[in-house]
């Protein structure tokens, strides 16, 4: 992927998340990482109480979700419309999850944004990242947003590094992305719109919309029917 390939303007389609002004002033997607917090603090109050039950301070949750009684709910969090928390959900703060997604049984997440019809369904850790309107994380995939050496996460695009100033970043989805069970998206991973992800694959950098992820000396791209 090039540096232009990674902008929110060609990754993601924010007619379909709730987020829409936190993106605002910014190039790419993972700067947008630590406004999460701010804009919660300041849209969670805004937002309809005929529609959303503050259920805890900074917590709102849509009338017509679903949520089980043994998730957790940590702060500033925002849960959209028909979205379903399931058994043991794990939810440490700083999230907004749009309309129709699944955030599974013993799933973990923080700092986060996950667009409409995101699926996290069995046992993910989602952590420091943005997953697109659709995309979809296998059972036991998981984003790690932390280097081993704790050094700042670089992003290597095809013409250069880009320096992002963050120690946590997990993995940023384009649209439409399907992550295959088992798979680690390892710190700084950004995955193009329509790409699907082999199972228990180990990604790490940058994979270019409607491919194929087999391994990383196997990346091939769609063909058309």
Known sequence: ???????????????????GEAFSGCTYPWEVLPKIH????????????????????????HKTAKVFDSAYFAEYIIIGPETEVR???????????GKGCVIGNS?????????????TPHY????????????????????????????????HAEDGDIETGLKKF????SDHVEVG??????????????????PL?????CIDSDSIYKSKDDIVKKTED
């Open 107 to 119: 799933c973990e997440l923080k700092n986060v944004i996950i667009f409409d019809g995101v699926q």
């Open 124 to 155: 993910n850790y989602v952590g420091d990242s943005i997953l697109g309107y659709k995309s979809h994380m296998g059972a036991a995939s998981l984003t790690s947003n932390v280097k081993s050496d704790k050094k700042l996460v670089l992003v």
């Open 201 to 205: 694959s180990s990604v790490r950098g």
């Open 38 to 61: 701010d804009f919660i603090a300041s849209y969670g109050p805004t937002l309809p109480k005929d529609e959303y039950d503050e259920v805890k301070p900074n917590v709102w949750i």
């Open 1 to 19: 992927m090039k540096k232009s390939d990674m902008t929110i303007e060609a990754m993601y389609d924010l007619q379909y998340t709730e987020a």
């Open 181 to 198: 069970c088992g798979s680690v998206l390892n710190p700084g991973t950004v995955i193009g719109r329509n790409t699907n992800i082999y």
């Open 87 to 97: 058994q043991c959900a794990f939810l440490r703060g700083n999230i907004i999850a």
């Open 170 to 173: 997990g993995a940023m989805l």
